[in-house]
């Protein structure tokens, strides 16, 4: 045809689903028609007409869409704009986001602390073990009657949490929470993603086997002798850009905390319920969490104030460390949630009398830090299961599901890239990514769970999310690795870095665009300080371009929810 790739036109990188919305984005000052064309340009399979300008509100830009969502015949194609160029070739199909989900999940088997990759499972990126974390120090902090300072422990297994080779309770509890949650919500299609690890063969779905991984790790994380949790197992400072193996300082449990404590009680209570059909498979282990859980929650209500303080804590003991701190002085949320997770296993009334439920009408999307949400999800998602004290307050509980849904899709139609995401520059803070995915996860929680007349937009502006993720955005990036034609190369990820193949670990969520990264982790490079567009594909962009367990599970959940339920 003539014309060569634009990076003006924005678009999903992999793809879109015939009878769904179907939008690519062009920046800057094109207008009049559009075609949708086979990728060499040779046949023109559908024309339209770009739409009338938006100013983007965060950089003034002005976009206009290309609306193909008549368009339904499955194939591949590029959008052309004559005189622009085209976009990067994409597919229409009903599984288009299939092979992601799957990579996505795989992206926590790349993870794994304490196991060899072989290449049977990892391909080229397959590693040998490192960290075993089988013979691990009580730090002073962590120290107990039974468990002095400098006593030694096994605390194996669990996923690496980011680019670093730390092991974080809070942040896995938010992680683990969300893969549960799609193994309780979508267990069929959970039950169809096959991920080619290890335990593929066996009878538990893959998704399942690899929060397994990370599961067993947790419940070593909790004192037996008075059910607190310690809030992290990691070196004093972080690990160079080397390769696991090569990483072998000593590891210590440190402090236990309240949100640590809490978010275990969370997550062990919610196990309970997705293992009990596997209770054949796995003998004893639904019990364990339970009984893992009511431990935590008694420690919990005798600790209360438990907040961790790394500073704090530094002036008090040695060796000072300086990992990741996944700080958080309010712990209300935490109580909530996990006083759900027990209430809705255990129905027993008591740990729904313990918690006010509705301290105020906000409905906050959930991140690390704030996880009051999840207590509705799973308020929610029970429904008539739950007993009457639960049940009177099911309309409240939607109410808040409702609201925060009706908050995010006002106004998007309005959005530079007709997304959700991206309708405040607040949006763009360290782990965006994850922001736009949770963004998509509370929209599927309202289109399941309430019958808000708004439902089906509901759904509709989750594709929207995933739509951004994989490259409708103002950086044009798809943020996965290895899913799209512009993704990131440099992700701030030792393995990635450390072991010599070009390409990055596959199915990874970079944490995207983040206003502020430049002042939080001073990498040079960055072109602009406009909100929507400080995103940097370099190794020492840790504030924009890190990997999370934390972004990665919504991803996986998004992905897989939007595949299920589509009707195609
Ligand atoms: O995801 C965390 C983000 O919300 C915080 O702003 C940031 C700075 O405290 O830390 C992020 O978490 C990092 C953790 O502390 C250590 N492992 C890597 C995490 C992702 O960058």
């Not at 100013?55 to 206009?64: A, E, F, V």
């Not at 509890?173 to 267990?187: A, H, K, Q, V, Y």
């Not at 998007?412 to 997304?419: I, L, V």
């Not at 509370?442 to 951004?468: E, H, K, M, V």
């Amino acid at each position: 045809s003539g014309q060569s790739l634009s990076e003006t036109i924005r678009l999903n990188q992999l793809g879109y689903y015939p009878n769904a919305d179907k939008i690519a984005v062009v920046v800057g000052d094109a207008q009049g028609p559009f075609q949708l064309t086979t990728p060499d340009g040779k046949k023109v399979v559908f024309t339209g007409i770009l739409s009338a300008p938006r100013q983007n509100g965060i950089s003034g830009k002005t976009t206009r869409t290309a609306d193909f969502s008549a368009f339904t015949k499955i194939g591949s194609y590029v959008v052309v704009i004559p005189g622009v160029g085209h976009s990067y070739p994409f597919d229409i199909r009903p599984d288009v986001h299939r092979a992601l989900a799957i990579g996505a999940i795989k992206g926590f088997y790349y993870q794994r602390t304490g196991i060899d990759l072989p290449a049977k499972y990892a391909g080229q990126w397959a590693r040998p073990a490192g960290h075993p974390d089988t013979r691990v120090l009580i730090h002073p902090s962590a120290a107990s009657p039974g468990r002095p300072a400098g006593t030694v422990i096994s605390s194996p297994r669990g996923w690496y949490d980011a680019g670093d080779y730390n092991k974080y309770i809070v942040n896995s509890g938010i992680t683990m929470g969300t893969l549960l949650s799609l193994c309780e919500d979508f267990p069929d299609y959970a039950n169809k993603l096959n991920t080619n690890i290890p335990e593929s063969g066996n009878k538990i779905p893959d998704v399942l086997d690899e929060a397994l991984w990370n599961l067993r790790w947790m419940l070593t994380m909790q004192d037996p002798a008075d059910g607190g949790v310690y809030h992290k197992l990691t070196n004093p400072s972080f690990d160079g850009m080397i390769m696991p193996d090569k990483a072998i300082k000593d590891r210590y449990v440190i402090a236990k905390s309240i949100t640590a404590t809490l978010d275990f009680a969370a997550v062990m209570a919610q196990a309970n319920r997705v293992l009990k059909p596997y209770t054949r498979e796995l003998p004893g282990l639904a019990d364990s969490c339970l009984s893992a859980a009511v431990k935590a929650w008694t420690w919990a209500k005798a600790n209360p104030t438990m907040a961790y303080s790394q500073q704090a804590m530094n002036t008090r003991f040695d060796p000072d460390v300086t990992t990741g701190g996944y700080e958080d002085r309010d712990a209300s949320d935490e109580w909530l949630w996990a006083a759900a997770e027990l209430y809705v296993t255990t129905k027993d009334d008591a740990y729904y009398k313990a918690v006010n439920f509705f301290p105020d009408s906000r409905t906050p999307l959930p991140s690390w830090p704030q996880v009051r949400s999840l207590a509705y999800y799973t308020l929610a998602r029970s429904g008539n299961n739950l007993t009457a004290v639960g049940k009177n307050d099911l309309p409240k509980v939607k109410q808040h599901l409702t609201s925060l849904a009706d908050s995010l899709i006002a106004g998007a139609n309005q959005q530079a890239f007709q997304t959700v995401m991206g309708k405040s520059a607040k949006d763009f803070i360290w782990g965006s990514s994850a922001e736009a995915a949770n963004q998509g996860i509370a929209l599927i929680q309202a289109y399941r769970l309430t019958d808000s007349p708004n439902r089906n937009q509901y759904l509709r502006y989750a594709l929207s999310n995933l739509d951004y993720l994989l490259g409708r955005n103002a950086v044009g990036y798809s943020f996965v690795t290895g899913f799209g034609d512009k993704t990131p190369m440099h992700p701030h990820h030792r393995p990635s870095i450390a072991d010599g193949i070009e390409a990055p670990v596959p199915g990874l969520l970079s944490g995207g665009t983040n206003a502020n990264a430049a002042r939080q982790d001073k990498c040079p490079g960055y072109m602009t300080t406009v909100a929507d567009e400080v995103y940097l594909d370099a190794d020492c962009s840790y504030a924009s371009n890190e990997i999370a367990i934390n972004w990665n599970a919504p991803l996986v959940y998004l992905t897989a929810a939007l595949e299920a339920l589509q009707k195609n």
